[in-house]
Nanobody
């Protein structure tokens, strides 16, 4: 099982940018599809972005498409979420998650598919 630690959250004004990082332990990071999810107070956890093991396939929620970019560096066991043009509605706790898969091109968008989760990092966007 991989251990995940997110960082990079904070307070930013609307229109600003943040880059979240998720560092994974272990030597098998490249065997995991990775996802970012978020949860605002009083709301359910929602999918943000996902990336396949090789990084060749990426998926985004419609609400972030064109503003957020997911990427990964398998040599550094790290997945990133670059967030630009932030809006107050992006305010949430952001979680990274790992899904072990033998499919090099697969990345899920459903939280139930992910087995390992980080502790989350808070992103607050002021208007």
């Amino acid at each position: 099982q991989v251990q995940l630690v997110e960082s990079g959250g904070g307070l930013v004004q609307a229109g600003g940018s943040l880059r979240l990082s998720c560092a994974a332990s272990g030597r098998t990071f490249s065997m995991y599809a990775m996802g970012w999810f978020r949860q605002a107070p009083g709301k359910e956890r929602e999918f943000v972005a996902a990336i396949s093991r090789s990084g060749g396939n990426t998926y985004y929620a419609d609400s972030v498409k064109g503003r957020f970019t997911i990427s990964r560096d398998n040599a550094k066991n790290t997945v990133y979420l670059q967030m630009n043009s932030l809006k107050p509605e992006d305010t949430a706790a952001y979680y990274c998650a790992a899904d072990f898969t033998l499919d090099n091109d697969y990345a899920g968008i459903r939280a139930q598919k992910y087995y390992s989760w980080g502790q989350g990092t808070q992103v607050t966007v002021s208007s």
